[in-house]
């Protein structure tokens, strides 16, 4: 089983609807990183977040660490969000952090 | 400011042949990473360097040598590429190792080995 799991592991949406990526993980974690990833692209974080919640334009980032999940919304979709969103999380493994990352959920949003 | 770099962005490779993959930041970060991408699995880690002359192994790092050059530049080498070694491949900078530092991701090298 996967230290970090992501769900679903793809999405279709229509435009204007409202997403909701999954993150679950098994492992202690100092820190949890949502990442996007366009198609052919580099990785860019979105957010980092250690508690609570954080927003950025129509994106909001969740965490419960006494669950061990988080999730990603988007509000209001566009196409241009049409990319894959890994979760990560930073962990201290063999006493040096290291980032444990999800497999990534797929998501196209259509016009 | 162009944040991390990575040369080539794409390479096809013969198995046995060798390559280097480039990787350049002018973020003044202190530690790099090379990561693999496989389909349907997650970024692992190959090497990182915490630090200017230092190197660690990671997750996956059998097949694969590294140089930290300086503070700039980490560059991961295929001695005798092998068609298992088909990825794309992505260089990483952070400011330092830290509970909850972030990483900047270069745009990748896609390679492909024959």
């Known amino acids: 089983k996967n230290e970090v799991e992501q769900s679903p592991q793809n999405l279709t949406a229509q435009e204007g609807e409202f997403i909701t990526i999954n993150c679950s993980y098994s492992v202690g974690i100092s820190a949890l990183h949502w990442l996007q990833q366009h198609p052919g692209g580099g990785i860019v974080s979105l957010f980092m977040l250690s508690s609570g919640k954080k927003k950025h334009g129509r994106l909001i980032a969740t965490i419960n660490i006494q669950e061990k999940h988080s999730s990603l919304h988007i509000t209001a979709s566009h196409p241009r969000d049409s990319a894959v969103y890994i979760c990560?999380?930073?962990?201290?493994?063999?006493?040096?952090?290291?980032?444990?990352f999800g497999t990534g959920t797929r998501l196209k949003v259509l016009a | 400011n162009a944040g991390v770099t990575q040369t080539p962005k794409f390479q096809v490779l013969k198995t046995g042949q060798s390559m280097t993959l480039q990787c350049a930041q002018d973020?003044?970060?202190?530690?790099m990473y090379w990561y693999r991408q496989d389909p349907g699995m997650g970024l692992r880690l190959i090497y990182y360097?915490?630090?200017?002359?230092?190197?660690d192994k990671g997750e996956v790092p059998n097949g694969y040598n590294v140089s930290r050059l300086n503070k700039r530049e980490f560059s991961l080498r295929l001695e005798s590429a092998a068609p298992s070694q088909t990825s794309v491949y992505f260089c990483a900078s952070s400011d330092r190792e830290s509970s909850t530092d972030t990483q900047y991701f270069g745009p990748g090298t896609r390679l492909t080995v024959l």
């Open positions: 973020m003044n970060h202190n530690s």
């Open positions: 990560a999380v930073r962990s201290l493994v063999s006493g040096t952090y290291k980032y444990i």
């Open positions: 360097s915490a630090s200017e002359g230092t190197t």
